[in-house]
């Protein structure tokens, strides 16, 4: 039994740039180009009305960008596949573009085989990463989330600095000594430590202190 064939289509605003695309395609077995549109609304209202099974979306393009569109061709009846074919791999774009439902994230330089690779296994509904674009994705998930400290953990964390114990926090802050401690063990939990001088130090190292004298 023939694999069935898939639809296609190109949404590009370089005209050459889809012409080359399309090129590339043109003798590829078990894949068809069923239409082609120059910016991101042409491109979803062809979506809607074609129903192809993966369309090769670019980013930047005029009337609607590539994530807008993306978002709305996710959201219509059609269940295409979105596959950004882009210039751009900067960290926002990625990231915007997976989010508004992108399945794929190609980049231009791409191979004819990483292509046409690319669109069968977005045809059948799987993650496609460029390599480039997927080692900035895991470099990004190893890098350590940034730790914010709410401003009443600021002040308690500032009066540990300056020395004082708990009860004298509680006095300075207007708040019960053992909401301080409670303020205090979310501070460590945070800042992954386990004692009052460590936390200022660790604080003032990452800026969310200021620096200042010795801790008590």
Do not use: W
């Not at 979803?44 to 005029?62: C, F, I, K």
């Not at 990483?114 to 059948?124: F, G, N, P």
């Not at 207007?174 to 501070?187: M, N």
């Amino acid at each position: 039994m023939n694999e069935r064939t898939i639809r296609v289509v190109l949404v590009d605003d370089h005209v050459v740039m889809r012409a080359g695309v399309a090129a590339l395609l043109a003798a590829e077995r078990g894949i068809e180009i069923v239409g082609e549109a120059g910016d991101g609304r042409e491109g979803a209202e062809l979506v809607e009305r074609l129903e192809p099974d993966v369309v090769l979306l670019d980013l930047r393009m005029p009337e609607l960008d590539g994530v807008s569109a993306t978002a709305r061709i996710v959201a219509g009846p059609a269940p295409t596949r979105v596959l950004i074919l882009t210039t751009y791999d900067t960290d926002e774009e990625i990231e915007r573009a997976v989010e508004a439902g992108a399945v794929g994230y190609l980049l231009k330089d791409a191979t004819r085989a990483q292509l046409v690779d690319a669109i069968r296994a977005a045809a059948r509904g799987e993650t496609v990463l460029a390599p480039r674009v997927a080692e900035r994705l895991v470099a990004r998930m190893r890098r350590p989330a940034p730790v914010t400290l709410t401003p009443r953990e600021v002040d308690v964390l500032t009066a540990v600095a300056d020395g004082l114990s708990n009860a004298e926090i509680g006095d300075r802050l207007f708040i019960g000594e053992a909401t301080v401690k409670t303020h205090l063990l979310r501070v460590f939990a945070k800042l992954d430590v386990s004692d009052r001088t460590r936390a200022v130090v660790v604080a003032m190292e990452r800026g969310l202190l200021p620096r200042r004298g010795s801790v008590r």
